[in-house]
């Protein structure tokens, strides 16, 4: 029995797929925000801060996040080749891949004081942001474990086309989130009034409010019937190093992604000012607006990619990436109009200051001009990720990010002071114009049809070769699995 619904309209299909996944992309979105609005309330300096902080967790979550993701594109490939036994298992290594990164985590928070302090000196924060970020990271830091084991079980669900269970996870955590937020941000419920550590603890409660419903849902019978999620959790070296190989890339392109624009908020917009950063974070928090739905969108096509080829049909995969592109560059070019026409307006919603309100006008015209070119980066990104093909993607993202967006964006701070954060910001937009038109490219070249995750045609004609770690269970193939990847070229 095949657990994917029929659908007459491959439009249809992706909406129904990516609608709940939209929401929960929007729920994502609503955490965040909440925490950025309930933060605000302490004053401009808790709204310069909290963003850097929150980015620089998640970019350590990416470490762990990465890996996990690529259980969603085994997962739809099994469940496509008929062989959705398998899948539960590749759910189950995420927690494995969770206790690593709680290893790390540790020593990580542990220590927070010293290296945050280093890195704020450096960067010239103001010494209360930087008191403020170090009391954030520290306690938001425990927020990596689940977190990881969260997004990996997310990817299950998602990977069989059953998205509302993530949803259902999502919206819990979110109630949480906020409910935590307000108690202990401000002391209401007879809790204590912690200010920016309460909005910590509350997003460490929420993300494992996220992985005890996910984790609970994989228990249930009917995912055990076809899934096997109640008999595989033992560890599998086979399929961990899979998800390794896979999903590494990933996480060194998150982790750059991240990276950047922890960079951003926290080196280079702080040398233009506080009211340069907080406008800056303003702005970002309007951003999520546009492409967290658009990521939804990509996530649902992932699943859609992976399942065709999994059957055998890359021309489906090309099909269903073709109606995507077509809606997330509608959705995204319909926020850019918004944000041309109302930017005053929205700045002011969250924020007072008009030195901030004025800036971020020019934050939201920037991010107006690239919309459609962001629209094009996720919709590809997610399209070679559901054909496994990660490794040639965070190359790029590598060097466009930081050679384009961070590179080129300390020069324009540094060279042209006067042009203030216009100069930062138009290095990002050149970034994410030329990074959707590499990947265009890419994903037209082909070289993802050639990929074998699962090593059943002639490896030789694969560039990812070595992935063929899922086609068997005897020592030779294990042993070729340790054999370490080829980095592709650009040129690739």
Known sequence: MNSKPAFQSPTIELLYLAGPIILM???????GFID??????????????????????????????????????????????????????????????????GLITWPVAQTTPIWYGWVAQFANHAPEMARLEIEYTQIALWSVPASVVSVGLNGFFMGVQRPRVTLLAMVASLV?????????????????????????????????????????AMLLPRYDRRY??????????????????????????????????????????PGLGLSATAASNVGLQYMHLSFMPAVGLGLALCSQVGFAIGEGRPDVAVQRTRVALGLTAGYMGAIGVLFLVAGRPLMGLLSDDPAVIDLGVSVLIWAAVFQAF???????????????????????????????????GY???????????NGPWMMCTTYIILLGCLLAGR???????RIRLFGDTDSGTADQSTLADA??????????????????????
């Not at 307000?182 to 997003?203: D, N």
């Not at 961990?240 to 080196?267: E, N």
């Not at 020069?411 to 042209?416: D, F, H, K």
């Open 36 to 101: 950025f609005v309930m933060v605000s309330e302490l004053g401009t300096v808790a709204q310069a801060a909290i963003s850097p902080a929150t980015i620089f967790v998640f970019g350590l979550a990416c470490l762990g996040m990465g890996v996990a993701q690529a259980v969603q594109t085994f997962v739809s490939q099994t469940d496509g080749r008929g062989e959705p036994e398998q899948a539960g298992s590749y759910g189950w290594q995420t927690l494995y891949i969770a206790g690593l990164c």
């Open 411 to 421: 020069l324009m701070a540094r060279l042209v002071p006067q042009w203030g954060l």
């Open 471 to 492: 086609a068997a269970d005897d020592d030779t193939r294990d042993l070729a699995l340790a054999a370490p990847p080829t980095v592709p070229t650009p040129a690739d």
């Open 25 to 31: 992309m929007v729920s994502r979105m609503l955490m």
């Open 443 to 449: 994903w037209r070249g082909d070289r993802w049809r």
């Open 176 to 216: 949480v989130n906020a409910v935590g937020n307000y108690a202990l941000i401000f002391g209401h419920f007879g809790f204590p009034e912690l200010g920016i550590a309460g909005a910590a603890i509350a997003t460490v409660i929420g993300w494992l409010t996220r992985a005890a419903v996910l984790a609970g």
């Open 374 to 408: 962001d629209a094009m980066s996720i919709t590809y990104m997610n399209a070679l990720r559901g054909a496994g093909d990660t490794r040639w993607p965070a190359v790029m993202i590598g060097i466009t990010c930081w050679g384009v967006f961070i590179g080129g």
């Open 228 to 269: 096997n999620t109640r008999r595989s959790f033992a560890f599998s070296a086979r399929k961990f190093v899979g998800l390794l190989r896979v999903g590494g890339p990933t996480s060194i392109q998150w982790l750059v992604d991240i990276g950047s624009w922890t960079a951003f908020l926290a080196f280079i917009m």
